[in-house]
């Protein structure tokens, strides 16, 4: 304005050509403005663009974790069941939340912090029990440390009967480990348990898969192991039959154990807050000597009263207050000497892998074993030659895919078998037969997350898909540093029988959750010593150091750990709620919710 005016005011004093110059300029100076005011709102408008952007995508990585808080948290007992489904009315507001996720950490014994932390998720993916740990929703807290559920047995003569064995293990172990678990409670009671075939009982065993009648679904290998009805509901157990129940075995599912802590609750008991009580909600791992925890022995007691001297079919706790330990007897017999052989010697395979009979095989050297559930078969080790006729030893890699062949790997060839027979003209070259796969391989494997063929080769790994043209795509090879908390350069990979994947270097082994996408969290930690869990050895040196170094390389940040579009890495939201990028992410989402009062709706209805 000031220069419209000074063009206005000098008109009569200057020349048109001057004068058409500042019109120039004027209308210059004018255009630069408005230019200047649209830059900034589109500026503006950017900002707010990008600032929503990522408001979306945190929502979109937050999204899983809560859903899957939610449902854990409303599956237990700590929130309303209609949390679960908005569709029923199910109303959740911030504070109902923190509070609930503070009880399952209070009750845990975890940090209360009210926020799904990395270690909050961490328990939350453990095995357990599918009873609810708290049995009313909003009851208050109860003074002692064990709970009891408020519904007992008017007799102390219980009957029982397994209506459905499981799949894998005989009747008559079956028989002895239920009647072992029943035990458990009858030793500091007067209860006592008869097993009978038919008729009418007391408490009902099923092992089952999946929905089985009773609108409590089990939910496959892992999760859910087993739940129990207290007295009040019938006192019934049903065991989740995907889950491999093993007897007196570090692997798989140890059925004593579980069946111990399920007739629990037949009898009354609800979940324990105290870590080490049987009664605690956690699957613990297998427990070679197995004690009662004092815990459990007031709980039960407190509804059944203490054992008499004339009642009951258990024993008399010892003297001076300590309670017997029960060692769970194995099923194996395991070797009068300690193995000293070449492979607890040195722990170290060459390689592993399933046969299409179900047989595991541990290949070292020029000599093979065949793997038990808990050590190695007798007779064993034999020479590979004798066993595979025309395959060499100190093998690379091996694995059967789902044709029933058995694939082997050695320097730039390969060789296939059916059963203990080449298949054909064999060796071959593993350019010939694996386009785009290296050669002197690690490791290799049939993974059960996808049916396909992995292989790894230092810090790298490949995916071979032989369906698809080209059979490994262009966007491999990736670091191994993918697959969370395995170590580069790995010996050998298995995908065993019980669902888990395998991975195994030097003298140690790990066992990586395909559900979670990375190495299991259990109690003692891996990596584990695979001479003692695998091969049955009594002394297991360790020869490896620290196994854990990856190279820079594989620890340098790399977009082959967010390749949208491939689906070997794809797996259900609620399962990448798990990791530590959404924790992040959540607790800035509740610092800003914090902070901001326009970001404070309450309630909030799920959707």
């Given amino acids: ?44 408008l950017l900002v ?5 952007v990522a408001v979306l995508l945190v929502a979109t990585r937050i999204a899983p974790l809560v859903v899957v808080g939610i449902i854990y948290l409303s599956q237990f007992g700590y929130l309303p069941a209609s949390a679960r489904n908005p569709s029923l009315g199910g109303l959740l507001d911030a504070s109902t939340w923190t509070k609930a996720v503070q009880d399952f950490q209070s009750f845990a014994g975890l940090n209360v912090t009210g926020e799904l932390d990395e270690e909050t998720m961490q328990l939350m993916s453990l095995p357990r029990c599918g009873v609810r740990d708290k049995v ?116 798989g599912t140890n059925l004593f154990q579980v069946a111990a802590h399920e007739f629990g609750h037949s009898l009354g008991l609800s979940h324990s807050d105290v870590r080490s009580a049987l009664m605690a909600p956690f699957y613990r791992g297998f427990e070679p000597v197995f004690k009662l925890d004092s815990d459990d022995v007031l709980a039960i007691q407190a509804l059944y009263g203490k054992r008499s001297t004339q009642g009951g079919n258990g024993l008399n706790p010892t003297s001076g207050g300590a309670y017997p330990k029960t060692t769970q007897k194995p099923i194996f017999s395991p070797p009068k000497t300690p193995r000293d052989d070449q492979l607890c010697r040195d722990p170290k395979i060459d390689a592993l892998f399933n046969s299409a009979d179900g047989e595991t095989y541990a290949f070292k050297g020029n000599k093979y074993y065949r793997l038990t559930e808990n050590s190695v078969a007798d007779g064993y080790p034999k020479s590979i030659s004798d066993g595979w006729p025309g395959l060499p030893g100190d093998i690379d890699a091996a694995f059967t895919y789902k044709n029933g062949k058995t694939y082997f790997f050695k320097g730039t060839k ?41 292989f790894f080769k230092g810090s790298k790994f490949w995916r071979f898909d032989p369906l698809k043209r080209p059979p490994v795509k262009s966007s491999y090879p990736k670091p191994i540093s993918n697959w969370e908390g395995l170590p580069n350069s790995l010996d050998a990979a298995l995908q065993y029988t019980n669902g888990y994947t395998y991975f195994f270097k030097g003298d140690k082994y790990y066992r990586f959750n395909d559900r979670t996408f990375a190495v299991d969290y259990a109690d003692p930690p891996f990596p584990r010593p695979s001479g003692h869990w695998w091969f049955g050895c009594k002394n297991t040196p360790s020869t490896t150091g620290n196994i854990m170094d990856n190279t820079e390389e594989s620890n340098l940040p790399s977009s082959y750990n967010y390749d949208d579009h491939d689906d070997a890495l794809l797996f259900d939201a609620v399962l990448l709620a798990y990791r530590i990028l959404l924790l992040i992410a959540l607790r800035k989402a509740y610092e800003n919710v914090d902070r901001n009062p326009l970001l404070q709706p309450t309630p909030i209805r799920l959707r």
């Fill in 414 to 454: 390969y060789w296939r078998f059916n059963g203990r027979s080449v298949d054909g003209d064999y060796p071959k070259e593993i350019s010939e037969g694996f386009t785009g796969v290296p050669d002197h391989l690690d490791a290799a494997m049939v993974w059960g997350g996808n049916g396909k063929i992995y």
């Fill in 1 to 44: 304005f000031s220069i419209l005016i000074l063009y206005g005011s000098s008109s009569n004093s200057i020349s048109n050509s001057s004068r058409n110059k500042a019109a120039i300029l004027i209308i210059a100076l004018v255009v630069a403005v408005v230019v200047v005011r649209v830059a900034g709102t589109v500026a503006i």
């Fill in 136 to 251: 009313g929703f909003g009851s208050d807290n109860r003074s002692k440390r064990y709970a009891l559920q408020g519904s007992r047995w008017r007799v102390k003569g219980l009957t029982y009967k397994i209506s459905k064995y499981p799949k894998r293990l005989k009747r008559a172990d079956v028989d002895a480990e239920i009647l072992r678990a029943f035990s458990v409670w009858s030793e500091f009671t007067d209860l006592t348990f008869t097993p009978k075939t038919s008729g009418p009982v007391h408490i009902e065993i099923k092992f089952v898969e999946s929905e089985h009648g009773d609108g409590d679904a089990f939910d496959g290998m892992g999760g859910t192991l087993a739940h129990a009805f207290f007295p009040v509901f019938g006192g019934d157990a049903h065991f989740d039959d995907a889950e491999l129940w093993t007897i007196g075995s570090p692997r």
């Fill in 48 to 52: 707010q663009i990008v600032i929503l």
